[in-house]
């Protein structure tokens, strides 16, 4: 062997160690590195503390799309994982970010921020908060929070109550939704605790009620962690063998003869529902209940997140909405056990197909509508009472005829 072949054979086997030993790394330190890097354009911290972080999000049907500069990290990350080699494999950009999409989605180690995210602008992003090893928000500080209320607090974003005369039964008081811890703030130090013990719940479950023309003709409750779909006909088909099977309940509408009707209005319903195939996905998360409209039909909303109470709110097709935060709602759950605030709302009402709410026709004659009621709210309501002997129902009243 020549002197040249052995130096350029010495040379290979180091990079090969090298790479295989990088390959050891797990998501969170790879992503990581390559943000703290600066060589990706649009891949940058969010906050100072950096606990979240900004990744690139272009589609690839853009007409400004650069495959060099916006699919650079979704490429590095498919040659990391050794799934694309220059000069051996085909190019392919949606492949790379789906694959780096899953693995963000699978990972106990992120969890994304639709709130924060931009995906509707020249450059859009999403935005990713880092998880500790517990699932909770990366403590960047490194400050010690011993009590299951300080916890709490900080998992729901809430202001810390630096309060050292707070009881035991007050640090003990709380619940878990997808298995994040959630408390429910006490109002001092003379104040009765909302739960006289640990309480230990992980709920994802949705009471969910169709009407049509105002009557009731479905009412159930989903308990799947992956939400449900409301829909007619097929849920979106994903790629299975990527992301896995998703697991979240079908909530069909039923025929329109179901139901007695006005004349025209059975007719219009079905027209209006083939518009409905895909319909909406509804889910609870940790920081509150999400949305998403697949279907071509319109759809409009109401609930403790909506713009505007007096004009249409509409869902945009393929973006997710948060209808309910969780911060907001624990902090008026605290303001009305203070009695500074009236009892939160959680309910959310959507209208298919007519634009909703709408001030000119009451909510029981449009055509197809939906309750979804997130149950998590009505426990937490209905412990938060309890202490005060306020009798609270499982869910709310049916909507009447005149509402």
């Not at 703030?185 to 013990?197: A, D, F």
């Not at 209808?323 to 009402?349: A, S």
């Amino acid at each position: 062997m020549t002197q040249i072949s052995f130096m350029y054979s010495c040379c290979f086997c180091r990079q090969r160690l090298m790479e295989d030993r990088s390959r050891h790394m797990r998501l969170r330190e790879w992503l990581i590195a390559q943000i703290d890097s600066g060589e990706y354009a649009g891949l940058s911290w969010e906050n100072e503390e950096k606990t979240m972080f900004r990744i690139p999000w272009k589609h690839a049907a853009k007409q400004d799309y650069r495959q060099n500069q916006d699919a650079a990290l979704f490429k590095a990350w498919a040659m990391y994982k050794g799934k694309f080699q220059e000069g051996r494999d085909k190019a392919d950009p949606s492949t790379w970010k789906t694959r780096l999409r899953c693995a963000l989605n699978k990972s106990t180690d992120f969890q994304e921020v639709p709130e924060r995210s931009q995906l509707d602008i020249s450059e859009p992003y999403k935005v990713y908060r880092i998880l500790d090893d517990t699932g909770r928000a990366a403590d960047p500080a490194g400050i010690s929070l011993d009590s299951d209320c300080s916890k709490a607090l900080r998992d729901t974003h809430l202001p810390m109550q630096q309060d050292s005369s707070l009881g035991d039964s007050n640090k003990a008081a709380g619940w878990s939704v997808n298995g994040r811890a959630y408390a429910c703030p006490s109002t001092g130090t003379n104040s009765i605790p909302l739960y006289s013990s640990q309480v230990s719940i992980t709920d994802y479950r949705l009471e969910v009620r169709l009407f049509y023309h105002g009557n009731l003709v479905q009412n159930l409750v989903t308990t799947s962690p992956d939400g449900c779909f409301i829909l007619q006909g097929c849920a979106p088909v994903g790629n299975e063998r990527i992301y896995g099977p998703c697991e979240a309940k079908k909530v069909f509408f039923p025929c329109p003869d179901i139901v007695h009707l006005p004349p025209g209005i059975s007719e219009a319903m079905t027209r209006l529902l083939p518009h409905l195939e895909k319909g909406v996905l509804v889910w609870v998360a940790p920081d509150g209940v999400f949305i998403k409209r697949f279907c071509q039909g319109r759809v409009y909303w109401d609930g403790p997140l909506a713009e505007h109470r007096q004009k249409p709110n509409k869902l945009e097709r393929e973006r997710t909405c948060k209808l309910l935060d969780m911060t907001i709602f624990m902090q008026e759950l605290q303001n009305h056990r203070q009695r500074t605030g009236p009892e939160p709302q959680y309910t959310v009402d959507l209208c298919f197909g007519e634009e909703f709410p709408d001030p000119s026709q009451p909510q029981t004659k449009k055509l197809i509508t939906a309750q979804v009621i997130p149950l998590f709210a009505v426990e937490c309501l209905r412990r938060h009472n309890a202490p005060n002997n306020v009798e609270m129902k499982q869910s709310p009243p049916h909507r009447k005829a005149n509402e």
